[in-house]
């Protein structure tokens, strides 16, 4: 490290801090007290080096205390590699997606999407809710196990469920049938 | 030309030594004026749209078009999502640069939009967020607007743990407005949603009024000169802080937090803080020190600091001294206002006697510095809370609280 000194005010300059912030981190612990010459207080390239990193690290939104417990128990290249790690991570919005996939891991029926794969998923809300209700829903699809899927054509399905298969199963397929024919017949038309 | 300021007033500045004070400050963030050729930010928007089953006829045709509406005033430089919810959560359209074709494709989609079932308001809202924040470009004007009719009763539900998630979400740069329609939703958790996550909360009592507040919100975002402002207090040991008005607020140490998120040019935000200072030890006086910060229209910082004494003296003196009458009667209506709104929330439990009881209770200690028309008012709700509210004047009612205790009604 160079022996460059600064007083206070220089320090605070130059790492971009206001001198009150830097008292601060030394009254909380981030820093430590500074060496005396004569009436005043000097602080070396050390302290510029401390404070950028711990700005880095309030960057990446831990806490005051969380901080001083990583500057007290990790190494200079533990906590380089930590914020890189971070910075890395941080486009634009990168950080709010890392943090509602978090949640969404957490709390998978916190979202279902949809679509085919996560209506296997489906909340056990949806789940117990009578068939008449789910229907009631334009395109609401609960449960996969308890559904029959038809394809009529490409891109064009029936869904049906098992208790409305087994009363309506031959109407249901004449109706899949109908339909396919009605395509078959559309297409040739054009 | 306004410049970005902060200022910080006193009722007082006089503590007494003997025995601990109330003194009552005001914070006052003033935004820039907007620069001269004004080009609003570019906006990167998601429109989180509820079509559960109670929102089919009439609710669901109005915020259809108040996207489409939304839609038409958004330029090529802007980005828009839209995200339609009822159990499941449904991408109408992922965020693209609002150019005319992409208008006239998102415009036939949610055209299209039929109502569904239940209210995965969780689901929806974060679907919204994720758009948002995979568009989100430096310099860009992000917003997710969430618009429900209903309770949210599949997904999250629990109002703190969601005001938790929209905090976390502003601090990564994407904050939430909430929109409630009809009679059937929440108004504590949308306005706890909207707190938490940096926007603002409407209540719209009749489905045409949707245009109209989405033009609002739209207006607003785009006369923004100030983003993500910020006012930080450091006060003595031994000082006890309440911020009024609901405003996220975080502690660390000696140090308070407020979030003001984006300010609007003209917008002047004034905050009240309640104060109560120790005896005095051997110091004459005690200093509270304040910053406001944000970033200004072209990304600048904006910032400034600014100090206030205040002196201890006996506590006669303390008693006989003048207090800033102007700053009292604001503070007055801000504090009913935050403890009308909290009574509010004990009637809708059931708990009448206790929300009257408290309601009455803040009248009586602000009624020095309330208007008789303010103060006839009050007392009104106090005697209807007591026999019970029905829910469109509980909704009426926890609105002008809103506005009222955030200043919003300037």
Known sequence: MSSRQYLIGELAARAGVSVRTIRYYISEGLLPPPQTRGRYSVYDEDYLQRIRLIRRLKDAYLPIKEIRYMLETRTEEELEDFVQHYESKLGPGGDALAYISGVLERRPDAQSRDGLASRSRASAAVRSQPVDNARAGSDVMPDGAGWRRFVIADGLELHVSEPVLAQFGRAVRQLVRDGQEMLRRGGQAR | MTEFAFEMHVDSELIAREVPSQRVLELVVTPPSAVAAHQRPALNLGLVIDRSGSMSGDKLEYVKRAAIHVLEVMQEQDRVAVVAYDTEVTPVSPSVAVTPAA????????????????????????????????????????????????????????????????????????????????????????????????????????????????????????????????????????????????????????????????????????????????????????????????????????????????????????????????????????????????????????????????????????????????????????????????????????????????????
């Open chain 2, 103 to 410: 208008k006239a494709e998102i415009k036939a989609k949610i055209e299209a939009m039929r109502s569904g079932n239940m209210t995965n308001l969780s689901g929806g809202w974060l679907a919204g967020c994720q758009e948002v924040a995979a568009a989100a470009v430096e310099g860009h004007l992000n917003r997710v607007l969430l618009l429900t009719d209903g309770l949210a009763n599949v997904g999250i539900t629990d109002l703190e743990e969601l005001g938790v998630h929209a905090g976390q979400l502003l601090l990564r740069g994407v904050p939430t407005s909430t929109f409630g329609v009809g009679r059937d939703f929440d108004e504590h958790l949308l306005e706890h949603m909207a707190n938490q996550g940096g926007g603002r909360y409407y209540y719209i009592e009749h489905p045409q009024q949707i245009p109209g507040i989405f033009e609002e919100e739209f207006r607003e975002l785009a006369a923004v000169t100030a983003r993500n402002v910020q006012v930080t207090l450091g006060v003595p040991t031994g000082v006890s802080v309440e911020v009024l008005g609901s405003w996220r607020t975080e502690q660390d140490d000696r140090h308070w937090h407020l979030w003001l998120s984006d300010l609007a040019a003209n917008q002047r935000r004034q905050v009240y803080v309640k104060l109560l200072t120790p005896p005095a030890g051997d110091q004459p006086q005690l200093t509270v020190s304040g910053v406001a910060s944000g970033k200004g229209e072209g990304g600048e910082p904006l910032r400034v600091e600014t100090l206030l004494n205040l002196r201890y003296a006996p506590e006669t003196e303390v008693q006989a001294a003048p207090l800033r009458m102007d700053l009292m009667e604001r503070f007055g209506l801000v504090e009913v206002a935050t403890r009308a709104a909290e009574a509010l929330k004990l009637e809708r439990k059931g708990e009448r006697e206790q929300a009257s009881a408290m309601l009455s209770m803040s009248l009586a200690s602000s009624a020095p510095y309330l208007s008789a028309a303010i103060h006839e008012e009050y007392s009104g709700l106090v005697e209807r809370m007591r026999r019970g509210l029905d829910e469109e004047s509980r909704k009426t009612s926890h609105q002008r609280q809103y506005t009222t205790k955030q200043r919003r009604d300037q």
